[in-house]
T-cell receptor, first 115, second 112 residues
């Protein structure tokens, strides 16, 4: 079965500081990996995805993530956080589960940005 | 090109009623998946449909059902609504039988 762990429920960073959100996944084969952002009351916006190839993935809004197979991790990073980045971030793994395809989400990390 | 579109955006229903939510996938996409996101949690998989057939079902009661139409749009139906069904319902589409990862903006269902 596929699963995702986001160990940090809540993170606070200062505006302009760097950010790293942790994500560990469990999946038997090479997974599809995703990071989404969700503002309060809104839907999910895809930040970036990894299917194969280069393990360092660039996304929108200046985010990047690195796939590390040996650590089963897909951490999200941003060098300088802006106040508008305050939101909830979900890591997700996609693939075959019991003969069908689905995306499994982590529990999310809520990011607070302080001036 | 339009993305995944869902309707309605908001809905208020009374316990015991039924509800129908609609999803139109990205043009050319043949797979639609439904997810439920309860406040404070990550989305949970409900159904996947591909080429009008149910391919997978998550751990949801039989009150939840869905179907996919020849134009690949989809409906999610929930009968005998409970307060706990209050959630954001998200639809995702995919061009193939693979996991849909492009989501619509969702339908927020409130059961009172």
């Amino acid at each position: 079965a596929q699963s995702v762990t986001q160990p940090d429920i809540h993170i606070t960073v200062s505006e302009g500081a760097s950010l790293e959100l942790r994500c560990n996944y469990s999946y038997g084969a090479t997974p599809y990996l995703f990071w989404y952002v969700q503002s309060p009351g809104q839907g999910l916006q895809l930040l970036l995805k990894y299917f194969s190839g280069d393990t360092l993935v660039q996304g929108i809004k200046g985010f990047e993530a690195e796939f590390k197979r040996s650590q089963s991790s897909f951490n999200l990073r941003k060098p300088s956080v802006h106040w508008s980045d305050a939101a909830e971030y979900f890591c997700a793994v996609g693939g075959n589960s019991g003969g069908y395809q689905k995306v499994t989400f982590g529990t999310g990390t809520k990011l607070q940005v302080i001036p | 090109d339009a993305g995944v579109t869902q309707s309605p955006t908001h809905l208020i229903k009374t316990r015991g009623q039924h509800v129908t939510l609609r999803c139109s996938p990205i043009s050319g996409h043949k797979s639609v998946s439904w997810y439920q996101q309860v406040l404070g949690q990550g989305p949970q998989f409900i159904f996947q449909y591909y080429e009008k057939e149910e391919r997978g079902r998550g751990n949801f009661p039989d009150r939840f059902s869905a179907r996919q139409f020849p134009n690949y749009s989809s409906e999610l139906n929930v009968n005998a609504l409970l307060l706990g069904d209050s959630a954001l319902y998200l639809c995702a589409s995919s061009p193939s039988s693979g996991p849909g990862y492009t989501f619509g903006s969702g339908t927020r269902l409130t059961v009172v």
